[in-house]
């Protein structure tokens, strides 16, 4: 702990240490923000390179390519990460409500739980 305090292992151990306190108690709630943060940057880097492609003309010429591309992009962020969220409350629901509702039908295993959470 000395070494990562004393700041010979990170430059800005405050920060770092900060930033990981964050990560351990509020993880779920950041998560969506960096998926959407992340959707963003390569919305912007890469994906106004495709859409500039894709429209026969370069980046230069239409600076709001990059803006589109990069609002399209966290929009996926977004949608990707509210899916993935429903996708694993329905497989763990499945299987937990399975374990406890034996008589229940299968499909009403995943309603229900996903009710749940």
């Not at 004393?6 to 923000?33: D, H, N, W």
């Not at 390179?49 to 589109?68: K, Y």
């Not at 977004?78 to 409350?89: D, E, Q």
């Amino acid at each position: 702990m000395n070494l990562i305090l004393e700041s010979q292992i990170f430059t800005l151990p405050y920060i770092s240490f900060i930033a990981g306190l964050l990560f351990c108690f509020l993880g779920r709630k950041m998560l969506g923000v960096i998926v959407i943060l992340f959707g963003f940057i390569i919305g912007y880097t890469w994906g106004a390179v495709l859409l500039a492609d894709i429209m026969g003309t370069n980046i230069a010429s239409n600076p709001w390519i990059q803006w589109a591309a990069s609002i399209t992009g966290a929009a996926l962020g977004l949608v990707a990460w509210k899916f993935s969220m429903f996708l694993i409350g329905t497989v763990i629901g499945l299987f937990i409500a399975r374990g406890l509702l034996h008589s229940v039908p299968g499909i009403a295993h995943a309603v229900i739980f996903q009710r749940v959470f």
